[in-house]
Nanobody, 124 residues
């Protein structure tokens, strides 16, 4: 059974950094993609794609909010994908989710498995 477990969220001041982790359990191969998504307070915009990484070859893709500030990476030995976030802004405040799917996209509909989410709050 596939399971994704996120960690690393918390409260950080504007301009600060956080690293989120997503550990995957239950996959029998590396032929999958991990994506990071976020849902802002109120949820009106739904889940916004942030970045994704193809686990077997490391190819990455970023959406505009993440470009230049966030870095997605993987550790295949420990089945973990990281989202390093720097220069955080109040508008980055959201619940961050990781998800697993067969293709490298940042559209939530393409992902089959989801973690429980981790809260990131950027505030002074």
């Amino acid at each position: 059974q596939v399971q994704l477990v996120e960690s690393g969220g918390g409260l950080v001041q504007p301009g600060g950094s956080l690293r989120l982790s997503c550990t995957a359990f239950g996959f029998t191969s590396e032929r999958y993609t991990i994506g990071w998504f976020r849902q802002a307070p109120g949820g009106g915009r739904g889940r916004e794609g942030v970045a994704c990484i193809s686990v077997h070859d490391g190819n990455t893709f970023y959406r505009n909010p993440a470009k230049g500030r966030f870095t997605i990476s993987r550790d295949n030995v420990n089945h973990t994908v990281y989202l390093q976030m720097t220069s955080l802004k109040p508008e980055d405040t959201a619940v961050y989710y990781c998800a697993a799917g067969p293709r490298p996209t940042t559209h939530g509909r393409d992902y089959e498995y989801w973690g429980q989410g981790t809260q990131v709050t950027v505030s002074s």
